[in-house]
């Protein structure tokens, strides 16, 4: 199964900052992109859909570049309640959908 | 809401012992997904299943079975646990493919200790 890579980080910001992560796949077919949130010992949850066009949700900026094969998530004023690990996603032809392992971030006061 | 319910959270199994792990979901979908997750390995899918009845391997299913009797019941079985299962299991559904782009909702997760 094709890749989907993500810089582990951890991304150690303070509050208010902005912070941004790319993710790059390799599958060319791939359709459908998300951004899932993860906090500790807990289950992934769905953050934000990235559409071709960009999308943004509040503070939060989803970009797809279908050129270079990459999509990332800006985050504006961080909040201590942004740390958490952020899962890129990306679907194909098939319903089985792929996972990036996590970006780590960490907003410190 | 898509509701997917796993209804063992937290397990302690003894070396070779079956283990059940159940998942439901509420929506309706196709798609069910068995994956397992462990510090620095990220998802690691185990089975899949995009209708009743049927199912695919994935990327470890090496020590694992599933079961798909009814649509919303997808079950995953450790015929014999050992202890390099002791993990995050995670179930997830999703609708099918080009509906809603296959978002993909997960349940809780159930951790597994195996000793």
């Known amino acids: 199964r094709k890749e989907v890579e993500q810089d582990p980080g951890p991304f150690n910001v303070p509050e208010g900052a902005t912070v941004a992560f790319n993710c790059t796949y390799s599958?060319?077919?791939?359709?459908?992109f998300f951004w899932y949130r993860q906090d500790c010992r807990k289950e992934p949850k769905l953050l934000m859909s990235v559409y071709s066009s960009g999308n943004e949700d509040g503070r939060f900026t989803a970009q797809l570049n279908r050129a270079s094969q990459y999509i990332s998530l800006l985050i504006r004023d961080s909040k201590l309640s942004d740390s958490a690990t952020y899962l890129c996603?990306?679907?194909?032809?098939?319903?089985?959908?792929?996972f990036g392992r996590g970006t780590s971030l960490i907003v410190h006061p | 809401d898509v509701k997917v319910t796993q209804s063992s959270r937290y397990l302690v199994k003894r070396t070779g012992e079956k283990v059940f792990l159940e998942c439901v979901q509420d929506?309706?979908?196709?798609?069910m997904f068995w994956y397992r997750q462990d510090p620095g390995l990220g998802l690691r899918l185990i089975y899949f299943?995009?209708?009743?009845?049927?199912?695919e391997k994935g990327d470890i299913p090496e020590g694992y079975s599933v079961s798909r009797e009814k649509k919303e019941r997808f079950s995953l079985i450790l015929e014999s646990a050992s202890t390099n299962q002791t993990s995050m299991y995670l179930c997830?559904?999703?609708?099918?493919?080009?509906?809603?782009?296959?978002?993909?909702?997960f349940g809780e997760g159930s951790w597994l200790t195996v000793v």
């Open positions: 599958n060319s077919a791939s359709q459908s």
């Open positions: 996603v990306s679907s194909g032809g098939s319903y089985i959908p792929t």
């Open positions: 299943s995009y209708d009743v009845k049927m199912k």
């Open positions: 997830a559904s999703s609708p099918p493919t080009g509906f809603t782009g296959n978002t993909i909702y």
């Open positions: 929506m309706d979908h196709e798609n």
